[in-house]
């Protein structure tokens, strides 16, 4: 199965020791997908995307047009001085761009 066209966002369910994690797709709001592992979330989001589709075909009900959104990479954020400042010390401690550093931080606290 190739990459969706649909977005769905990923909501970290777990409590304690239990881990889990529920995905919630705009275009199909009557789809509740959870998993125990985030690669178990995109297989089974994927499966169960495709299979809607194909229901929504057999019933004739009108399949949502897909994501078309792509997005740069880029985005601006704001932040106080005091925090824009404390972050150039952190990156620069690290021996890295700020950028690179807020890249990192981001990247570790959604993929993991």
């Known amino acids: 199965m190739s990459k969706l066209p649909y977005h769905y966002t990923i909501i970290d369910i777990s409590e304690g020791n239990e881990i889990g994690f529920k995905a919630v797709i705009p275009k199909f709001p009557k789809l509740h997908i959870m998993a125990d592992s ?6 089974i989001v994927k499966k169960t995307i495709f299979t809607e589709i194909i229901l ?4 004739r009900i009108p399949i ?11 985005f601006v954020l704001r932040v106080r001085p005091e925090v824009h400042e404390k ?6 401690a690290k021996g890295t761009s700020l950028n ?9 606290q959604i993929m993991s």
């Open 100 to 108: 690179h550093y807020l890249n990192r931080l981001i990247e570790d």
């Open 38 to 43: 985030l690669s178990q979330l995109h297989d």
């Open 87 to 92: 972050l150039a010390q952190l990156s620069e």
């Open 56 to 59: 929504y075909k057999k019933k």
């Open 64 to 74: 949502p047009k897909p994501d078309l959104q792509k997005y740069s990479g880029r």
